[in-house]
């Protein structure tokens, strides 16, 4: 998958210096068997050093989705992350582009969120108000930030589904990839009830059989904390600790990655002193491109590319899918050479 301009980083990625909404114009229909991408969260993060990526509104273009829908398959998946505050935006710009929301939301669930407060007692008493500063002791203005949305979303079936896959090879989404690993035997004899329904349904003649890759993978994905230890403690406000703690054995049922919720050293790669301030942990990137991508060989678009993520997870998923990556900003695109100057083979 060559384009003019686009540099070959490795045998299965390459990686285009443009901006996207014009990038994409150049793209054949139908050229992509899915979108995994991190567009800017529209923000104004960047503001803090000294940069305006984060703040152009290019995200919540319903032309720029309606054009990158365009050189999707039918029936192709869109993964986007986005921001708590402004992820509705994303999403109904991607909806009136034409996109079909899926399962909405995926939250990621991570502990490593920091609120950005404003002391208001403090304040109010600078401004001369101790009478409000006392009534207004112990509020804040935000609460912590302890999830990131991500759009599940997909073009347009021709026909139905069954059809779709026939005619495009393009279609679902991969469960079994994405399954959580257990032990329990989840078997269950036929027509039994299983306790504690809220709806009580009943089962056909056939036994339900524990499936050998375990259970189904749920739209929550929990992350331990940078400073847990695999099965001896965790930090204070680990999200699986938290819902163990609430509800002892919740927490296996929920897609569990790497003990760091940030992503590693190796992982935000780093050119003469500058990084990149969001990169994404290459374990749920893998996580997210087995869910959108099932099929070997499939042909993955990433139109705001940041420093490459999303290719090294599709080439450490091993099943051949060739990434095509569109970046603006001439720093991450040093970055993202870093990057597959250091990657670890799958």
């Known amino acids: ?32 068997d899915a979108i995994v991408t991190d567009p800017p969260y529209e923000v104004d993060f960047a503001r803090q050093v000294n940069q305006s990526w984060d703040a152009t509104g290019i995200a919540f273009s319903v032309d720029l989705w309606a054009e990158a829908m365009r050189t999707v398959k039918p029936g192709g998946n869109l993964i986007a992350f986005g921001a708590p505050r402004t992820h509705h935006r ?30 208001l007692q403090e304040l109010l008493a600078k401004r001369g108000r101790p009478d409000l500063a006392e ?9 912590k930030p302890a999830y990131e949305p991500i759009l599940v979303a997909r073009k347009p079936l021709d026909g139905d589904l069954v059809d779709n896959i026939i005619k495009h090879g ?27 329904d809220v709806v009580n349904m009943s089962r056909g003649s056939a036994p339900s059989l524990s499936h050998p890759g375990g259970r189904w ?38 897609p569990q990655f790497h003990y760091s919720g940030r992503a590693t050293g190796r992982e935000r790669p780093m050119v003469d002193g500058v990084r990149h301030h ?14 959108a991508c099932p099929i070997p060989g499939m042909k993955i678009l990433d ?22 990556l569109i970046e ?19």
């Open 303 to 324: 139109l705001f590319a940041g420093t490459g993520a999303t290719a090294e997870a599709a080439e450490r998923v091993g099943l051949g899918h060739e990434t095509f």
């Open 170 to 196: 393009v279609g679902g989404l991969g469960i079994d990839a994405c399954r959580v690993p257990t032990d329990d035997d989840r078997s269950r004899p036929p027509g039994k009830a299983v306790a504690g």
């Open 217 to 254: 993978p749920t739209n929550m994905l929990l992350i331990h904390g940078a400073d847990c230890i695999e099965g001896v403690l965790c930090e204070d406000g680990c999200p699986a600790a938290e819902l163990e703690t609430q509800k002892r054995g919740s927490a296996r049922y929920f």
């Open 278 to 291: 969001t990169v994404k942990p290459v374990s749920v990137m893998e996580w997210l491109v087995k869910l």
């Open 328 to 346: 603006q900003g001439a720093e991450h695109i040093e970055l993202t050479r870093e990057r597959f100057r250091t990657l670890i083979p799958a």
């Open 1 to 32: 998958m060559t384009f003019p301009s686009a540099e070959r980083l490795s045998a299965h990625s390459s990686l285009l210096h443009a901006r996207s909404e014009l990038a994409l114009r150049a793209i054949p229909d139908n050229t992509f």
């Open 90 to 119: 994303l999403v109904t710009a991607v909806e009136d582009a034409g996109w079909e929301v899926r399962d909405g939301i995926v939250a990621w669930v991570k502990s490593y969120g920091f609120p950005k407060r404003l002391e």
């Open 135 to 143: 009534t207004f002791a112990g509020a804040q203005n935000i609460m």
